[in-house]
C-alpha cells in the first residue's frame, strides 16, 4: 500500500509570545489518504492555518513528522523543501492570492513557466484546468479584477491543481464569498478531490459548510479531535 500523501505525526508547533510560546498545534496527527476530502472546523485563532502552513511545508513544527507525497520533510534542505511543495502541494488561500497583472490563463502558466516544460502542452492543460472548474472559456484572458469573488476562487483552484499535486490545501477559501458561491466553491473542491486523488484539506470556521466532507476534525485551542 502507497503512504497517505499527506501526513502529520504528532507535530507540535509555537511560536514566540513575549517570554514565553504559545502553542499553536498541540502534538496534531492526521493522516489524509488519496481522493479524500478532509474539512476541519474551528474558531477564529485555534489554530486552523498554522495546520495547513505546516502541511504545506512553509512552516516547520519544532517537534512531529510531516510526511509528503512519502517524502519525510525534516530532513530536507530549502531549496529541496521548495521543489517539493511545487510539485506536490497546492494552495488556495482565504483571499485568492492571484497576481494583478496576468490573465487567468496566465495564472496557471507562470507555474508552469518557472518549470520550463513544453508551453504547447502547458497551454493545453490550463485550458482543461479552467473548463473544468466552470471558467467560461470567454473569461480566460481576464484579468483578477475583471472575475468575480468566486471565479477567482476557481481560478486559483485550477492553478493549484496545475501540478498534479498529490496534497491539496484550502484555508477559509469562501470567506470572501456569499454563502451560495462558498458552497459551489466547497463542492467544487469536493468533485476535484475525487477526480485527481488528491488528499484534500479544508479549513474553515462556517460550519455550515462542512456537509460535502468525507471526514469533519475539530481544531480547539491547537488540539485537533474527531468531529
Ligand atoms: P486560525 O487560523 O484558526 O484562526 P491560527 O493558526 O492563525 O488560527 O493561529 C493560532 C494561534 O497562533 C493564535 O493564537 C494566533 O494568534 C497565533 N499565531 C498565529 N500566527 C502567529 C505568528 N506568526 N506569531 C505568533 N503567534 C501567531
Ligand atoms: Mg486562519
Known amino acids: 500500500m502507497t503512504p497517505p500523501p499527506l501526513v502529520l505525526d504528532d507535530v507540535l508547533l509555537t511560536y514566540p509570545d513575549g517570554d514565553r510560546r504559545l502553542t499553536a498545534l498541540d502534538r496534531v496527527s492526521l493522516a489524509v489518504p488519496a481522493g479524500e476530502f478532509t474539512a476541519v472546523a474551528g474558531p477564529s485563532g485555534s489554530g486552523k492555518s498554522s495546520l495547513l502552513a505546516v502541511a504545506a511545508t512553509l512552516l516547520r513544527p519544532d517537534t512531529g513528522r510531516v510526511v509528503i507525497a512519502g517524502r519525510e520533510t525534516a530532513g530536507l534542505s530549502p531549496r529541496a523543501l521548495t521543489s517539493l511543495r511545487r510539485e506536490a502541494v497546492g494552495i488556495v488561500f482565504q483571499q485568492s492570492n492571484l497576481l494583478p ?127
Open 101 to 227: 497583472s496576468l490573465t487567468a490563463v496566465e495564472q496557471l502558466l507562470a507555474v508552469e513557466h518557472l518549470r520550463g516544460g513544453s508551453p504547447r502542452a502547458a497551454r493545453a492543460r490550463a485550458g482543461e484546468l479552467l473548463e473544468r472548474v466552470g471558467l467560461d472559456a470567454a473569461k480566460w484572458r481576464r484579468r483578477p479584477h475583471q472575475l468575480s469573488g468566486g471565479e477567482r476562487q476557481r481560478v486559483n483552484i485550477a492553478r493549484a491543481l496545475f501540478p498534479g499535486p498529490a496534497v491539496l490545501l484550502a484555508d477559509e477559501p469562501t470567506s470572501a464569498l456569499d454563502h451560495e458561491c462558498g458552497e459551489r466553491v466547497v463542492d467544487l473542491l469536493a468533485s476535484v478531490t475525487r477526480e485527481h486523488r488528491t488528499a484534500t484539506v479544508l479549513v474553515t470556521h462556517d460550519r455550515a459548510l462542512l456537509a460535502r466532507a468525507d471526514r469533519v476534525l475539530l481544531m480547539r485551542d491547537g488540539v485537533l479531535s474527531a468531529g
